[in-house]
C-alpha cells in the first residue's frame, strides 16, 4: 500500500514529461523508486529516458542513455574547457550558446571545481552570464518562484547591454565635470579587455 | 542617367529623400549620428551648408531603445525653466518613461550644427515611440537604413538543432546532480 502510494506520488510527479523526447540536461531531481533496487533513493548523474507502463501495478524504469561522444577539443592535454576548446579571448556576453553550458536552471553559475574551468576563466564566464543575464538574453533561466505565487503585473522593463553593475546599485550622476574631468559612464567589463577584435576600432570602456 | 534632361538630372540629384531608421534594442546615440548626417545631408556628394540639401529622417520604435552600461540610471538630463529654484535634473529612465520620444530628439539636437539651420532640421526629424506611422508619411518613405548594432540571438530564438550542433565543452562527473 505504502509502494503503491509513493508510486502514485511518483507518476503524478512524471505526468509533465513525455517519455522518449528528454534532453540530455534533464533534471533527476525527483526521488524515484525503482522496483528491483531498494527503496533508497539513488542520485545519478542523469536518468535520461523514463518509460511508463503498466495496467494494474505502475511500472516505471529508468534508464541512463549512452550519449554519443561529441566532436574531440582541438587541444585535450589543457585542464580548462576553454581552453581545451582554443576559445580564450573569443566569447563573449552574446555567446549564449556556451554560457548557457556552466549555469543552472535557476540562472546561478555552476562552481569550478566541477566544471573544471580555471579561476580566470570561470570569473569571465561569470561576468558575461550577468551581462547576458541583465540583457535578456536568457528568459528562461530565471529563479524558481514558490507554488501558487501569483506573480504582480510587471512595469515594461527597459532594454539594455553591456551592464556592469547591478540595476539598482547605480547613482546617477547629477555633476557630470568639465571635459577633462568627466565623470565617465563603465560599460563592458575589465575582466574581457583581451578580447580579440576584429576590425580598427578601441574598446572603450568608459563612455 | 546620360538620357535624363536637365531639368529631370536637377529633380533627381535635389530631390529631398525620407528615410526610415528602426530604432528597436539600438543604442539613441548612433542612431542620433545617423539621422543627424542625413538632416545635414552630408551623405550627398553636393553638400554645401547653404544649399538645403537635407533629408526627412522617421525614427520609428523609439520605446524602445537600448542604452549600453547603466546608463539608464546614470545619464542625467538636465534643464532649467529660467525661474529661481528651477533647475531639474532628471535620469534616462525617468525621462524615457515621460516621454519615449525625447532620448533620441535630444541626442540628434545635440549632433546637428549649432546654427539656425538646426530647427528646420529638426522640423525634419520624424520620431515614433512604436510601429504605427501616419499614412502620408508612410507614402513618403523611400529608403530604409541599416541598425548600426547587430541584435544578439537570444536563447530561446535558437533551434534545437543549433543546440545540438554545438558541442558540449565540458562533461559533468558521474555523481554530479545537473539542477
Known amino acids: 500500500m505504502a509502494f503503491r502510494s509513493v508510486l502514485r506520488s511518483v507518476w503524478t510527479s512524471f505526468t509533465g514529461l513525455n517519455p522518449g523526447t528528454l534532453s540530455s540536461s534533464v533534471v533527476a531531481r525527483q526521488t524515484q523508486n525503482v522496483p528491483r533496487l531498494s527503496a533508497l533513493t539513488i542520485h545519478s548523474r542523469g536518468i535520461r529516458q523514463a518509460l511508463i507502463f503498466g495496467l494494474t501495478t505502475l511500472q516505471i524504469e529508468g534508464k541512463i542513455l549512452e550519449v554519443p561522444p561529441g566532436p574531440k577539443p582541438p587541444n585535450p592535454e589543457a585542464k580548462c574547457p576553454i581552453y581545451r576548446w582554443n576559445l580564450q579571448h573569443k566569447y563573449n556576453y552574446t555567446d549564449v550558446l556556451l554560457l548557457s553550458q556552466f549555469i543552472r536552471s535557476d540562472g546561478g553559475m555552476l562552481p569550478k571545481r566541477i566544471t573544471g574551468l580555471c579561476p580566470e576563466e570561470h570569473r569571465k564566464i561569470a561576468v558575461c552570464v550577468q551581462m547576458a543575464h541583465r540583457a535578456g538574453l536568457l528568459p528562461d533561466h530565471r529563479p524558481r518562484l514558490p507554488e501558487g505565487h501569483v506573480p504582480k503585473p510587471k512595469k515594461p522593463k527597459l532594454n539594455r547591454y553591456l551592464t556592469r553593475w547591478s540595476v539598482g546599485s547605480v547613482k546617477p550622476i547629477y555633476k557630470k565635470g568639465l571635459k577633462w574631468c568627466k565623470k565617465r559612464m563603465d560599460v563592458g567589463h575589465p575582466a574581457l579587455k583581451n578580447n580579440i577584435r576584429y576590425g580598427f576600432g578601441h574598446l572603450h570602456l568608459r563612455h | ?179
Open chain 2, 1 to 179: 542617367m546620360s538620357n535624363f534632361s536637365r531639368t529631370a538630372q536637377q529633380w533627381a540629384s535635389f530631390a529631398r529623400s525620407w528615410f526610415l531608421i528602426d530604432a528597436r534594442m539600438q543604442p539613441p546615440g548612433k542612431i542620433a549620428s545617423m539621422c543627424s548626417v542625413r538632416l545635414q545631408g552630408k551623405h550627398k556628394p553636393i553638400y554645401h551648408a547653404i544649399s538645403d540639401l537635407g533629408d526627412h529622417v522617421v525614427v520609428i520604435n523609439s520605446r524602445h531603445i537600448a542604452f549600453s552600461g547603466n546608463k539608464w540610471e546614470q545619464k542625467v538630463y538636465s534643464s532649467h525653466t529660467g525661474y529661481p529654484g528651477g533647475f531639474k535634473q532628471v535620469t534616462a529612465a525617468q525621462l524615457h518613461q515621460k516621454d519615449p520620444k525625447a532620448i533620441v530628439k535630444l541626442a540628434v539636437y545635440g549632433m546637428l550644427p549649432k546654427n539656425l539651420h538646426r530647427r528646420t532640421m529638426m522640423q525634419r526629424l520624424h520620431i515614433f515611440p512604436d510601429d504605427e506611422l501616419p499614412e502620408d508619411i508612410l507614402a513618403n518613405l523611400t529608403e530604409e537604413l541599416q541598425q548600426p548594432r547587430e541584435i544578439p540571438r537570444k536563447l530561446n530564438e535558437y533551434t534545437q538543432e543549433e543546440k545540438d550542433a554545438f558541442p558540449r565543452v565540458w562533461t559533468p562527473p558521474e555523481d554530479y546532480l545537473l539542477k
